[in-house]
């Protein structure tokens, strides 16, 4: 089936829209347009291959294979590509408990001092004295965005 006046056959028209919703789902991920995009590209080499997907019944019944052979294909390559890891969250109640070190001072005044968690930097006041440098603290409660920590002996 060739358009009029284009001189472009309806199959490469597939194939090029195909490849234009796979750049947008490449420029904007989670838009969930791979599996669609893949089928027009199906549809697009079969038509040029000769397939007449006009007809309903054959073109019904091979968008509709090509349909779900590329969800099952797209969905075990996503499930390739990302980590099983769970995303990390963290509430104010699971720091209560955690040592880290001091970063920067920490006092009781002010929230100006920051301790290391792990891997993560948390703004910090002290429950009384100031807290120098390098040594050891535990959190003994969380405040909106600081944690409030004294020294461990």
Not at 70 to 86: L, P, Q, R
Request: aromatic share 6%; hydrophobic share 50%; charged share 10%.
């Amino acid at each position: 089936m060739v358009l009029p006046d284009m001189g472009i056959s309806f199959g490469w028209l597939l194939i090029i829209g195909g490849a234009l919703i796979l750049l947008v789902e490449v420029y904007s991920p989670g838009f969930f347009a791979t599996v669609p995009a893949t089928v027009l590209i199906i549809l697009g080499i079969l038509q040029l291959a000769g397939v007449d997907i006009s007809n309903p019944w054959m073109g019904g019944i091979i968008g509709i294979v090509a349909a779900i052979c590329a969800a099952a294909f797209t969905v075990w390559m996503y499930g390739k590509v990302t980590t099983n890891e769970s995303p990390t969250t963290i509430s104010r109640d699971s720091l209560v408990g955690m040592v880290g070190q001091v970063k920067i001072p920490v006092n009781g005044a002010t929230i100006s001092g920051k301790v290391v968690l792990g891997s993560t930097e948390w703004s910090a006041r002290s429950t009384g004295n100031t807290i120098a440098a390098g040594k050891k603290v535990k959190v003994v409660s969380s405040e909106g965005v600081h944690i409030v920590v004294e020294e461990v002996v």
